[in-house]
């Protein structure tokens, strides 16, 4: 059974960092692109970076664009999302998710087919 945890949120001040970790079980990442997705209260989830070690690309929602980077230890199952200066309009739940290789260029909620259950981001002073 797929199996994906995340971890590292927590509570950080304005223009501060924080790494996210998901490790994956279940399934190998050469075959899955893996997803960083947001929700914070009241709104929809939206995609923030998607990743294929197997392509070797990356996306992002302009949003964070030179400001996060999504990375991955395919020895260690493990999928990273390093988060600089962030903002109070960064908080959210932050999920990873699995989708095939054909969407390693999609940011849509629908095409992931695997989910976690997500980690607290709270930028605030």
């Known amino acids: 059974q797929p199996q994906l945890v995340e971890s590292g949120g927590g509570l950080v001040q304005p223009g501060g960092s924080l790494r996210l970790s998901c490790v994956v079980s279940g399934f190998s990442l050469d075959y899955y692109a893996i997803g960083w997705f947001r929700q914070a209260p009241g709104k929809e989830r939206e995609g923030v970076s998607v990743i294929s070690s197997t392509e070797g690309s990356t996306l992002y929602t302009d949003s964070v664009k030179g400001r996060f980077t999504i990375s991955t230890d395919n020895a260690k199952n493990t999928v990273y999302l390093q988060m600089n200066s962030l903002k109070p309009g960064d908080t959210a739940v932050y999920y990873c998710?699995?989708?095939?290789?054909?969407?390693?260029?999609?940011?849509?909620?629908?095409?992931?087919?695997?989910w976690g259950q997500g980690t607290q981001v709270t930028v605030s002073s």
């Open positions: 998710a699995a989708a095939g290789l054909y969407y390693s260029d999609s940011l849509r909620v629908a095409d992931y087919d695997y």
